[in-house]
């Protein structure tokens, strides 16, 4: 007669559930560990790119539809329907923003030569702070836009401060620059693109790489 099978003990089933729990706590960690490593790897790869390097999906596109109050002190605010008839620059700016003083000199100069209209957006500002900023250094603006909570920046997609965009006749955003504007980001891009919309009219919205 064959022999008869020897069933493990309860105690012997209890140890081997205490084996698996073991074990596959491990497994669970090891993969947990995984997914935060490749987060890790992503996170890296997305802080090594440039932002200036990112081409804006607005490009070629109306500008988004908005309608902001002027800075204190300022009669003229800024709308969407002002940017419709002219090429024009909107220049995103913040009294709290080192790097617009930087580029400050070079807005003011494109006014007092009358280059071309430049128009200020100004992002998250204190109002006495933002008027008390251009009474101080200058105002290069034709109109300016308070944007008190940052709402009509964000759908501009803009990434920080200052950003300017040149705006084709058409109420359409031809051209981003992330930054202070440098003389060398001025003659080599954006007023060489002014005058190219301005020769070509509302059917030229592209962007210089």
């Given at each position: 007669?064959?022999?008869?099978?020897?069933?493990?003990?309860?105690?012997?089933?209890?140890?081997?559930?205490?084996?698996?729990?073991?074990?596959?706590?491990?497994r669970g960690f090891a993969a947990a560990l995984g997914v935060f490593a490749a987060i890790g790897l992503l996170l890296a790869y997305g802080l090594r790119l440039d932002p200036r390097r990112i081409p804006s999906p607005l490009i070629?596109?109306?500008?988004?539809?908005?309608?902001?109050?002027?800075?204190?002190?300022?009669?003229?605010?800024?709308?969407?329907?002002?940017?419709?008839?002219?090429?024009?620059?909107?220049?995103?700016?913040?009294?709290?923003?080192?790097?617009?003083?930087?580029?400050?000199?070079?807005?003011?100069?494109?006014?007092?030569?009358?280059?071309?209209?430049?128009?200020?957006?100004?992002?998250?500002?204190?109002?006495?702070?933002?008027?008390?900023?251009?009474?101080?250094?200058?105002?290069?603006?034709?109109?300016?836009?308070?944007?008190?909570?940052?709402?009509?920046?964000?759908?501009?997609?803009?990434?920080?401060?200052?950003?300017?965009?040149?705006?084709?006749?058409?109420?359409?955003?031809?051209?981003?620059?992330?930054?202070?504007?440098?003389?060398?980001?001025?003659?080599?891009?954006?007023?060489?693109?002014?005058?190219?919309?301005?020769?070509?009219?509302?059917?030229?919205?592209?962007?210089?790489?």
């Open positions: 007669m064959p022999e008869s099978l020897e069933l493990p003990s309860a105690s012997a089933n209890e140890r081997g559930a205490r084996a698996g729990s073991r074990r596959f706590p491990f070629g596109k109306p500008v988004p539809e908005f309608s902001l109050p002027p800075v204190k002190g300022r009669a003229l605010g800024l709308s969407s329907a002002d940017l419709v008839g002219e090429v024009s620059l909107v220049n995103v700016f913040a009294s709290w923003c080192v790097a617009c003083r930087e580029e400050h000199p070079i807005l003011m100069q494109l006014k007092e030569q009358g280059v071309v209209p430049v128009h200020g957006l100004n992002y998250k500002d204190k109002p006495d702070d933002a008027a008390a900023w251009l009474d101080r250094h200058g105002d290069p603006y034709t109109r300016t836009g308070a944007d008190l909570d940052g709402r009509v920046a964000i759908d501009w997609g803009v990434y920080g401060v200052p950003e300017t965009f040149v705006i084709d006749r058409a109420g359409r955003i031809a051209y981003k620059h992330i930054g202070p504007i440098t003389p060398e980001a001025l003659q080599g891009k954006i007023l060489p693109l002014i005058e190219e919309l301005r020769r070509d009219g509302a059917d030229t919205a592209r962007r210089i790489k």
